[in-house]
């Protein structure tokens, strides 16, 4: 098993010999894809495709339960925000008005767009996370020729988080253990002693961050050195010819929705034929 | 001109806002290939000592400097940046703090890329530590999620890939288990035996670092107390003891046959010897 951003995945994975930059270019437009998607089937479509992405690339799929309360909670929010919280539209048609609340289809039709595209742009992100390793962007930055100064903070930055959040745990733990803890207490107080988690950590993160400079002085970096890096880390990947491929196949598919979405009028509200069974059922039934 | 590895004259460091001088008046001479151990108590300036051989005093500090740390002939502050690292590879005490990468094989090529190496000498580099240090089978783990013994052989590993002529290790082994710390220091008896590298070590262990060195130092309140061969470093005792320093067990042992007249010579420093002392003793008696 090998670590990647996310959790853990098998070493016999495929992914493995996909190159960092595929993975990269591959989150940045896919999940653009949904933006440009209104009829919901399709995003329906991008999600099990992404999921049979997660199946053959062999990552849990226990990783997508720990999302389904967010999600739930999250599609409630969008449908209540957009229909008992949406206002008076006379000029929209009412399906139902529970307690005297008006309850219209295009609000209705809308929440399950914009929530059909959040939808895949997580599950996106879900699977880049969850088959990448943090090393990986950096390859994939260097690849891209992007200054090694701004790779190395991004990769620092994202080793930090995880130290901050190690000494905040050892911070809790020593406070715990000196009769601080908070457990039981309201929430106005948890907030005002949180400050005696904060200090302590604050103070730390000085101490690390000196340390860390120490570190980097000792070893020989220096941010306005001349010295040419070898880029071993690009070493360490082959950008194959299925590589080549799997950038031309995502470039060409983000095309082709382009050109059917603007040229063709595909992917639109008109479009979508679960709009309109749903609209059909919905409107019937309210006229009933 | 053959210079010495590292020579210290009159050296007095005071910080910005310390109270008082943190290293004063010290003169240390460190000669090519020579391994010492410096030890001395807490607050003694072993740190800030080893901080100014390796440049992070005054580079990385604010404070007040006067006299001459020489490393290999050249005063530290004359060296370009960077350049000084190249000569003096420093390993810390505290494993975790000084990784700069997100895999055990990317934290050991962080300082040779430093450096501008070719990928191929790199790799014959790489190849070496990891076989030194036994670190191949962790090449693609993150270096925080490995155990503490394996993260300072990787700390150290990292240092040692940069092949510095002067290699400083300030309390290596302070956050490790013994088994750890054996381990540790059997790494740094390959190098001595494999290499002719100058080492300055600080530790408190002192059973550890007795086989290793060729000179033990001791410092306190910024000034060097006493130095001298390891063995003749521990024939006085009692100054050792003024000063804090525990010696292990078996040079105690030996100095109390020795001090109470059961045996003469020089302080035993192994096991071995201390067994040799007490046989002479006991055939005394």
Same mark, same amino acid.
């Given at each position: 098993? !090998? !670590?990647?951003?996310?959790?853990?995945?098998?070493?016999?994975?495929?992914?493995?010999?996909?190159?960092?930059?595929?993975?990269?270019? =591959?989150?940045?437009?896919?999940?653009?894809?949904?933006?440009?998607?209104?009829?919901?089937?399709?995003?329906?479509?991008?999600?099990?495709?992404?999921?049979?992405?997660?199946?053959?690339?062999?990552?849990?799929?226990?990783?997508?339960?720990?999302?389904? &309360?967010?999600?739930?909670?999250?599609?409630?929010?969008?449908?209540?925000?957009?229909?008992?919280?949406?206002?008076?539209? &006379?000029?929209?048609?009412?399906?139902?008005?529970?307690?005297?609340? &008006?309850?219209?289809?295009?609000?209705?039709?809308?929440?399950?767009?914009?929530?059909?595209?959040?939808?895949?742009?997580?599950?996106?992100?879900?699977? =880049?996370?969850?088959?990448?390793?943090?090393?990986?962007?950096?390859?994939?930055?260097?690849?891209?020729?992007?200054?090694?100064?701004?790779?190395?903070?991004?990769?620092?930055?994202?080793?930090?988080?995880?130290?901050?959040?190690?000494?905040?745990?050892?911070?809790?733990?020593?406070?715990?253990?000196?009769?601080?803890?908070?457990?039981? !207490?309201?929430?106005?107080?948890?907030?005002?002693?949180?400050?005696?988690?904060?200090?302590?950590?604050?103070?730390?993160?000085?101490?690390?961050?000196?340390? =860390?400079?120490?570190?980097?002085?000792?070893?020989?970096?220096?941010?306005?050195?001349?010295? !040419?890096?070898?880029?071993?880390?690009?070493?360490?990947?082959?950008?194959?010819?299925?590589?080549?491929?799997?950038?031309?196949?995502?470039?060409?598919? =983000?095309?082709?929705?382009?050109?059917?979405?603007?040229?063709?009028?595909?992917?639109?509200?008109?479009?979508?034929?679960?709009?309109?069974?749903?609209?059909?059922?919905?409107?019937?039934?309210?006229?009933? | 001109?053959?210079?010495?590895?590292?020579?210290?004259?009159?050296?007095?460091? *005071?910080?910005?806002?310390?109270?008082?001088?943190?290293?004063?008046? +010290?003169?240390?001479?460190?000669?090519?290939?020579?391994?010492?151990?410096?030890?001395?108590?807490?607050?003694?300036? *072993?740190?800030? +000592?080893?901080?100014?051989?390796?440049? +992070?005093?005054?580079?990385?500090?604010?404070?007040?400097?006067?006299? #001459?740390?020489?490393?290999?002939?050249?005063? /530290?502050?004359?060296?370009?940046?960077?350049?000084?690292?190249?000569? $003096?590879?420093?390993?810390?005490?505290?494993?975790?703090?000084?990784?700069?990468?997100?895999?055990?094989?990317?934290? +050991?090529?962080?300082?040779?890329?430093?450096?501008?190496?070719?990928?191929?000498?790199?790799?014959?580099?790489?190849?070496?530590?990891?076989?030194l240090?036994?670190?191949?089978?962790?090449?693609? *783990?993150?270096?925080? #999620?490995?155990?503490?013994?394996?993260?300072?052989?990787?700390?150290?590993?990292?240092?040692l890939?940069?092949q510095?002529?002067?290699l400083?290790?300030?309390?290596?082994?302070?956050?490790?288990?013994?088994?750890?710390?054996?381990?540790?220091?059997? /790494?740094?008896?390959r190098l001595r035996k494999e290499r002719d590298i100058?080492?300055?070590?600080? #530790?408190?262990?002192?059973?550890?670092?007795?086989?290793?060195?060729?000179?033990?130092?001791?410092?306190?309140?910024? *000034?060097?107390?006493?130095?001298?061969?390891?063995?003749?470093?521990?024939?006085?005792?009692?100054?050792?003891?003024?000063?804090?320093?525990?010696?292990?067990?078996?040079?105690?042992?030996?100095?109390?046959?020795?001090?109470?007249?059961? $045996?003469?010579?020089?302080?035993?420093?192994?096991?071995?010897?201390?067994?040799?002392?007490?046989?002479?003793?006991?055939?005394?008696?």
């Amino acid at each position: 098993m !090998k !670590k990647t951003l996310l959790g853990y995945m098998p070493d016999e994975s495929f992914i493995y010999h996909v190159h960092p930059s595929v993975k990269v270019l =591959f989150l940045l437009v896919v999940s653009l894809f949904p933006m440009f998607i209104s009829a919901v089937e399709w995003n329906a479509a991008l999600i099990l495709f992404l999921i049979f992405l997660l199946v053959v690339s062999r990552v849990s799929l226990r990783i997508i339960k720990i999302y389904i &309360p967010v999600a739930i909670s999250m599609g409630t929010i969008i449908l209540l925000s957009y229909t008992v919280l949406g206002g008076r539209h &006379p000029e929209f048609s009412i399906v139902g008005s529970p307690l005297g609340v &008006p309850i219209y289809w295009e609000r209705i039709r809308d929440a399950l767009v914009v929530y059909f595209r959040i939808l895949p742009m997580i599950l996106t992100m879900v699977f =880049f996370l969850s088959t990448t390793r943090e090393r990986e962007i950096v390859a994939a930055f260097r690849a891209a020729r992007i200054p090694f100064v701004v790779t190395y903070m991004i990769a620092m930055s994202m080793r930090a988080a995880g130290m901050v959040l190690e000494d905040f745990r050892i911070v809790r733990q020593a406070e715990q253990a000196r009769g601080f803890d908070t457990k039981g !207490k309201s929430l106005p107080y948890k907030i005002r002693k949180y400050v005696a988690y904060m200090i302590p950590l604050f103070a730390l993160s000085l101490r690390r961050a000196e340390e =860390f400079t120490n570190a980097l002085v000792a070893r020989g970096y220096s941010f306005r050195s001349n010295v !040419k890096r070898p880029d071993y880390i690009l070493s360490r990947y082959r950008f194959r010819w299925w590589d080549a491929l799997a950038c031309l196949v995502i470039m060409a598919g =983000f095309a082709a929705l382009l050109a059917a979405r603007y040229g063709y009028g595909k992917f639109t509200l008109e479009d979508s034929i679960f709009l309109d069974w749903l609209g059909g059922r919905l409107l019937s039934g309210a006229a009933a | 001109m053959n210079h010495h590895a590292v020579e210290i004259i009159d050296y007095t460091w *005071k910080y910005l806002h310390g109270t008082g001088e943190a290293v004063s008046g +010290l003169n240390l001479t460190v000669e090519a290939g020579e391994c010492i151990g410096l030890i001395g108590s807490n607050g003694s300036g *072993k740190t800030t +000592l080893v901080n100014s051989i390796d440049g +992070l005093i005054p580079g990385q500090y604010h404070g007040i400097k006067t006299g #001459e740390v020489r490393v290999f002939g050249t005063e /530290v502050e004359e060296y370009k940046r960077g350049e000084l690292q190249r000569e $003096v590879g420093l390993v810390f005490s505290d494993p975790e703090a000084q990784f700069t990468a997100m895999t055990v094989e990317d934290e +050991l090529v962080f300082g040779m890329e430093n450096l501008g190496l070719s990928l191929k000498e790199i790799q014959v580099r790489l190849d070496w530590a990891c076989e030194l240090a036994d670190l191949g089978s962790m090449l693609e *783990k993150p270096p925080y #999620e490995i155990s503490g013994g394996q993260k300072q052989r990787v700390a150290l590993a990292a240092v040692l890939a940069m092949q510095p002529k002067l290699l400083i290790l300030d309390e290596p082994t302070a956050m490790l288990d013994p088994i750890s710390r054996a381990r540790v220091f059997d /790494v740094l008896a390959r190098l001595r035996k494999e290499r002719d590298i100058t080492m300055i070590l600080i #530790e408190h262990t002192l059973e550890h670092i007795i086989p290793l060195v060729d000179r033990m130092v001791l410092l306190g309140e910024g *000034k060097v107390l006493h130095q001298a061969p390891t063995r003749e470093f521990f024939d006085d005792l009692t100054l050792l003891r003024e000063q804090g320093v525990l010696p292990p067990s078996v040079v105690g042992f030996s100095g109390w046959l020795r001090e109470s007249g059961r $045996v003469d010579g020089p302080s035993a420093l192994s096991i071995e010897e201390a067994a040799d002392q007490a046989r002479q003793a006991r055939g005394g008696e």
